[in-house]
């Protein structure tokens, strides 16, 4: 009964930005480590950026100085600011979440969303 609904994906030009969301919902007891991963065809999904719940950070080294990870606690979501995009970042990128969850007791479970379509081009 968790969901993680993304939001924020479209085109833009190298050097534009953009700024995808990631909103949980559902019977949430608590939410732990929450993250950006991203996936371009015939590529292998990679981390992008993730964030702890007390506010540690981890960036990938392609996106270091570019992109912004953060998280609202009081409202279950997490977002991504990415500026300075080039074209390498285009791919679909996906929350995921570490989720303890009301209906399911003591057990951290592991979510994903749907993914939302980042496209840079000119």
């Known amino acids: 009964q968790v969901q993680l609904v993304e939001s924020g994906g479209g085109l833009v030009q190298p050097g534009g930005s953009l700024r995808l969301s990631c909103a949980a919902s559902g019977s949430i007891f608590n939410i732990y480590t929450m993250g950006w991963y991203r996936q371009a065809p015939e590529k292998q999904r990679e981390l992008v950026a993730d964030?702890?719940?007390?506010?540690?950070?981890k960036y990938a080294d392609s996106v270091k100085g570019r992109f912004t990870i953060s998280r609202d606690n009081a409202n279950n979501t997490i977002y991504l600011q990415m500026n300075s995009l080039k074209p390498e970042d285009t791919a679909v990128y996906y929350c995921?979440?570490?989720?303890?969850?009301?209906?399911?007791?003591?057990?951290?479970?592991?979510?994903w969303g749907q993914g939302t379509q980042v496209t840079v081009s000119s």
């Open positions: 964030i702890t719940r007390g506010g540690s950070t």
């Open positions: 995921k979440a570490v989720i303890r969850s009301s209906t399911y007791g003591p057990i951290e479970r592991l979510y």
